[in-house]
């Protein structure tokens, strides 16, 4: 199918962000992600490189003079070839202490089934670029959100769980930090990095918003309570008392925090969104959905 793909749309670039991305279910069910994250991506990869390349750092003479698509009359030009950009996750780098920053430099150290279904997806495309001359670029981002995020995702699961006026879970104590990186800034890094990005580099894209669990939830509720109290509800008076403490997940990383600095001087990307409004356009798009559990 990915091959019939190619020979029809010509396809001249691949931005691969198809994942299975929930550790809660990584942990339930592991095969499902060796199946999509590896085999997936190697089935992308070998794909394009079959039909990009004649062979090891020698692409199809179709490329040579920036001429990619002739079908229908039509040409395009780009002084580069065809190029695999694959998105990653900085879980590939394993868990941080009280301090100290995610580089490119890190050595991988994946602690869920998730993260090294990833690390692994990430050697394959490597090893595309050292052993074949594949034009690839991996980027290692944060934890995403903003509108139209997956509902099994944390912040949606918080909006839905006090809308429909249910516990709200929160794993272990609550205090373990993530870097969060709004959806839309993200999309702006991968445009950068995909168009102008060295060849064989791995870029860590980072929002520079480290928070706790705790503080995600209370910063959510703390909307809510203000622009859509729970007037159904005589006996909620915030939604902070819908807090639940769970057990925590197995294996569950303490921290995580990205260093950008590579692609913010290499390729001028800035994060435009703080998490102060990033957040509140995300709580409003969710309030016009329908939120029933």
């Known amino acids: 199918m990915i091959e019939s793909i190619f020979i029809e749309y010509?396809?001249?670039g691949v931005i691969n962000f198809a994942a299975e991305s929930h550790?809660?279910?990584?942990?339930?069910?592991?095969?499902?992600?060796?199946?999509?994250?590896?085999?997936?991506?190697?089935?992308?990869?070998?794909?394009?490189?079959?039909?990009?390349m004649e062979g090891p750092f020698k692409y199809c003479s179709r490329y040579l003079n920036g001429i990619v698509n002739e079908k229908e009359g039509c040409s395009k030009l780009d002084a580069s070839p065809p190029r695999f950009h694959q998105?990653?996750?900085?879980?590939?780098?394993?868990?941080?202490?009280?301090?100290?920053?995610?580089?490119?430099e890190n050595s991988y150290a994946p602690n869920s089934p998730y993260a090294?279904?990833?690390?692994?997806?990430?050697?394959?495309?490597?090893?595309?670029?050292?052993?074949?001359?594949?034009?690839?670029?991996?980027?290692?981002?944060?934890n995403n959100y903003g509108p139209k995020q997956h509902d099994e995702k944390l912040i949606p699961t918080i909006i839905r769980k006090s809308l429909n006026c249910k516990p709200i879970p929160i794993y272990g104590d609550g205090k373990n930090i993530r870097d969060?990186?709004?959806?839309?800034?993200?999309?702006?890094?991968?445009?950068?990095?995909?168009?102008?990005?060295?060849?064989?580099?791995?870029?860590?894209?980072?929002?520079?918003?480290?928070?706790?669990?705790?503080?995600?939830?209370?910063s959510i509720c703390t909307i809510l309570d203000k622009k859509y109290p729970p007037k159904n509800n005589s006996a909620l008076s915030s939604y902070k008392s819908l807090i639940t403490f769970v057990e925590d997940r197995a294996g569950h990383d303490k921290?995580?925090?990205?260093?950008?600095?590579?692609?913010?001087n290499n390729l001028c990307w800035r994060a435009t969104e703080d998490f102060d409004s990033?957040?509140?356009?995300?709580?409003?798009?969710?309030?016009?959905?329908?939120?029933?559990e």
């Open 23 to 52: 550790v809660d279910n990584s942990i339930k069910t592991p095969g499902i992600f060796i199946e999509t994250n590896i085999k997936g991506v190697f089935t992308l990869i070998d794909v394009a490189y079959k039909y990009w």
């Open 255 to 264: 921290r995580y925090a990205i260093d950008a600095t590579k692609i913010k």
């Open 180 to 218: 969060w990186l709004y959806v839309l800034d993200h999309c702006k890094a991968i445009d950068l990095v995909f168009h102008i990005g060295k060849k064989g580099n791995i870029y860590n894209i980072g929002g520079n918003n480290e928070k706790t669990n705790i503080q995600i939830v209370d």
């Open 116 to 142: 090294a279904s990833k690390a692994s997806a990430d050697m394959i495309v490597r090893s595309y670029q050292k052993t074949y001359g594949l034009n690839t670029v991996i980027t290692s981002c944060s």
């Open 278 to 292: 990033g957040i509140l356009k995300t709580v409003d798009w969710f309030m016009r959905k329908p939120h029933n």
């Open 10 to 12: 010509d396809i001249y």
């Open 87 to 104: 998105i990653s996750t900085d879980e590939v780098y394993g868990s941080l202490g009280d301090t100290g920053l995610f580089t490119e």
